[in-house]
């Protein structure tokens, strides 16, 4: 998710779409707290929420396709950062919530 621009605020499908997976060091160099994830390999944790279907990081407030925000965006990791709006993820995690190609 990326909120500027703004039509991520209006969306959040890619945070209710795919595991937002990441080497664990990067959860310590963020400063996330533990709670927020789980283990996903000796190395790798998750946002819980996105680690099984139905997927929704619980990091991300409101309603997808209405309006969401992300609780730690300071925060977000290289997963998160790397969905750019209108690339192929974004356009498929959007199809899969019922949402069109962004204009
Ligand atoms: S799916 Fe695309 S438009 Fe929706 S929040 Fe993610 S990057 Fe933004
Ligand atoms: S941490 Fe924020 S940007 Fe990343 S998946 Fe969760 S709600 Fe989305």
Known sequence: MNLDP???QSCGACCAHY???FYWQEAVQRGLDEGMLVQVSPWQVCFRGTEAKPVRCVNLEGEVGSCVSCRI???RTTPCRSVEMGDEKCLQARA????GALE
């Open 6 to 8: 703004s039509p991520c």
């Open 19 to 21: 595991r937002v997976s």
């Open 73 to 75: 965006y300071e925060q």
């Open 96 to 99: 899969a919530h019922g949402m």
